[in-house]
């Protein structure tokens, strides 16, 4: 299944690949674990410059080398690299790191010292030349975005990648909301938890167990479909071996009863809206 919304963001399946850390395991099975993503289906790979300081997107544009068309490829820059210049210096090198010669999506990290109107403008000017196709921000709460709504005009963000995981549902209060108000795409990082994802004997494993066996699924993927049962909302685990990748592509099979919801979200409440967007 695949979603849309008004700025290029077409055809992403919903359940993509993340890579921090890509570049501290093994590094053939890390390209191996990448390309069977693609075969099946998980064509939105998601990296940064930040990432090993460039090894991520090396090992990225190692693993599409000659299928860069079945890709969906986002990179980010760092905020303090986000001035007008430092953006197209920071694209160039990702573009490099990646072997492409345009980016999916180019988003900014978090927000940093310069001004997003430089930052949005910086995106555009890269985006007239087609060396990206769609840009976002990343880790902004509702007012962060509407200041970057007022900075940017309507219909040029394209999406908003921020934490949401099953113990962390913050931006269901306002965030979410708020995008889909606006057609911006949510990508949920860290889906399991940066690798805290609850244990099978848990209680709260228990439930996605059970789940996952009415399924014939497994709790990752109840996990996953569970994140991405809203249109608006994408997935990015990071997967750095092949038999976890098959896992998470699997979550693009299942469809989630509203019974199933009921009973996740009783087990893994929403909690109150905090005072300040989580982020790791
Ligand atoms: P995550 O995806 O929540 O969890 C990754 C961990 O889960 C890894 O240890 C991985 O192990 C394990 N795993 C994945 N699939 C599994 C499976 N089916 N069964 C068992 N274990 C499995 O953590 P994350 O890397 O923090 O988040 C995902 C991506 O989001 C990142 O890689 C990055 O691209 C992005 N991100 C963005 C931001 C931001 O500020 N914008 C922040 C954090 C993350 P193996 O690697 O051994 O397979």
Redesign the pocket.
């Known amino acids: 299944m695949t979603k849309q919304n008004d700025t290029g963001w077409r055809d992403v399946a919903r359940i993509g690949q993340?890579?921090?850390?890509?570049e501290q395991?093994d590094k053939s099975e890390a390209i191996a674990?990448l390309r069977r993503g693609l075969d099946l289906g998980l064509s939105h790979i998601?990296?940064?410059e930040m990432?090993g300081d460039g090894r991520s997107e090396a090992i990225i544009g190692e693993a599409i080398a000659g299928r860069r068309d079945e890709v969906f490829l986002v990179s980010?820059v760092l905020p303090h690299n986000a001035s007008r210049q430092g953006v197209r210096a920071a694209c160039e090198r990702s573009l490099k790191h990646l072997k492409t010669d345009r980016l999916d999506g180019y988003?900014l990290?978090?927000r940093g010292p310069h001004p997003l109107e430089e930052t949005f403008a910086a995106f555009e000017a890269l985006k007239q030349e087609g060396k990206i196709l769609s840009w976002g921000v990343?880790?902004f709460d509702e007012d962060d975005l509407d200041e970057a709504l007022a900075a940017a005009g309507k219909g040029r963000i394209a999406c908003n990648?921020v934490?949401y995981?099953l113990r962390e549902r913050a931006i269901e209060h306002a965030v979410i909301p708020w995008c889909e108000r606006h057609g911006v795409a949510v990508t949920a990082?860290?889906?399991?938890?940066?690798?805290d994802?609850p244990a099978p004997g848990s209680a709260q494993g228990k439930v996605l167990s059970e789940i996952a066996r009415e399924h014939d699924a497994?709790p990752?993927q109840v996990a996953l479909a569970f994140l991405t049962r809203r249109s608006s909302v994408f997935a990015?685990?990071?997967?750095?071996?092949v038999?976890?990748?098959e896992?998470?592509a699997g979550a693009l099979r299942l469809a989630l009863s509203g019974t199933d919801i009921a009973r996740i979200d009783a087990a893994f409440p929403r909690g109150r809206k905090p005072q300040a967007l989580p982020?790791?």
């Open positions: 993340g890579s921090w850390y890509i395991g674990a998601d990296t940064a990432y980010k988003l990290h978090w990343s880790n990648q934490l995981h990082y860290s889906p399991f938890g940066h690798d994802f497994t990752r990015i685990p990071k997967a750095g071996r038999t976890h990748i896992d998470n982020m790791i």
